[in-house]
């Protein structure tokens, strides 16, 4: 693998960070090496034997997330159906990369696996960024199925230099704010949370997009520091943010997603055996429909938890909704050169997305 930025391939890492990854790496390793030396111990499999490969599987979601709980039943069936082959550890909560830094560290094996966001790494994939526009998604079955559909259909060669296992994606996006939003013009000039396409989406509406993870826009808000965030219901709950805002407002045409990658490291993918790497793709076939039914199950839980909170839920009204829609719509255009520019086939995702949708 060069490390070396790579003009052909956009996910090629740029020299400053590989020397990111390398101050990361001088300061952890004594550490894991302590953790992983205490975790070998007791990590024998049924029949004593110790498993043929342990894992690591960064996740930026904190322990107590649906997806961190869903990510652990994939890792342990991956372990059962390789009868005590394969274990996986995994580190929840960013405490092994941070959520930007979670693709590059697997990129350079400070991980072998991790997950989170594809806009933490602004520039990275600029195909796949096309799934986060909004689209007007109905909820997080449908994104995350289409998610699946377009990198398979793609196959974003951003995406080489690390093995894609699959993709999962919110439901649809909506702003959570500190003071009500009743007309478009009362979101202009505000300070808004918002990565990636997110952000883009934020300054069409007149805001001004505050680039953030979603581990450090609790304390954003609390604070003050931005008014408010561009997230799914689910993170109101799963990320404690409704305790900190006090206004929900569904806004229709934003309906944008964020689509989340699990990823292997190339280094580490290419030792399994291919018994186990057809583990690996059947489980993780299985898994897309489930964290896709669990970011609805939990946009429903987050309105319950707003609700009972006390916090004010409401829908903007549709000549308002049109306004914001017509704001967007330049962004689709946008993108599409952007990416022409690049050679990828902009006009065509753009396209597949409509299709799947049935537009």
């Keep these: 693998m060069n490390s070396k930025t790579d003009p052909d391939n956009p996910a090629a890492p740029p020299q400053a960070r590989s020397k990111t990854i390398v101050a990361t790496l001088l300061t952890f390793l004594p550490l894991l090496g302590i953790l992983i030396a205490g ?19 960064s996740i930026f979601f904190p322990s107590t997330h649906v997806h961190t709980k869903l990510a652990e039943q994939w890792a342990e069936e991956i372990t059962r159906r390789t009868q005590g082959r394969v274990v996986i550890d995994i580190y929840s909560g960013a405490v ?30 600029p195909l796949v960024e096309c799934l ?17 559909d377009f990198i398979n259909h793609f196959q974003p060669k951003e995406l080489a230099y690390t093995h894609f296992l699959y993709a999962h994606a919110h439901g649809p996006g909506l702003l959570a704010t500190q003071a009500p939003v009743q007309a478009l013009a009362d979101v202009r000039g505000l300070s808004i949370r918002g990565t990636g396409i997110t952000a883009m989406i934020i300054n069409a509406l007149g805001a ?55 990823v292997m490291n190339k280094k580490t993918w290419e030792k399994l055996p291919d018994d186990i790497k057809k583990i690996f793709t059947e489980v993780s076939q299985e898994w897309i429909p489930k964290h896709g039914q669990a ?11 707003v609700t009972e909170l006390g ?49």
Excluded at 42 to 57: A, I
Excluded at 226 to 247: A, F, H, R
Excluded at 295 to 305: K, L, M, R, V, Y
């Design 208 to 262: 001004n997009a505050v680039g953030m993870s979603q581990p450090d826009t609790f304390e954003a808000l609390r604070k003050g520091v931005v008014n408010g965030t561009l997230c799914p219901m689910e993170t109101l709950k799963g990320w404690k943010q409704g305790e900190v805002i006090n206004y929900v407002t569904k806004i229709p045409a934003i309906g944008y997603t964020t689509t989340m990658f699990v």
């Design 132 to 148: 986060d526009l909004p689209h007007g998604y109905p909820d997080g079955k449908t994104a995350t199925s289409i998610a699946n």
């Design 311 to 359: 916090k004010t839920v409401t829908a903007i009204a549709p000549e308002e909704n049109q306004k914001a829609s017509e704001a967007l719509e330049p962004l689709f255009d946008r993108w599409a050169q952007e990416v022409k520019q690049k050679n990828l086939p902009g006009l065509e995702a753009l396209v597949f997305i409509n299709n799947k949708l049935g537009r």
């Design 96 to 125: 092994l990369s941070s959520a930007s830094e979670n693709y590059d560290c697997v990129l350079h094996g400070v991980s072998d696996l991790g997950m989170s966001c594809f806009s933490y790494s602004r520039g990275l994939f």
């Design 295 to 305: 970011w609805d199950d939990a946009d429903d839980e987050g309105t319950q938890f």
């Design 39 to 57: 975790i070998a111990f007791v990590s024998c499999s049924k029949d004593g034997d110790r498993p043929e490969f342990r894992l690591t599987y």
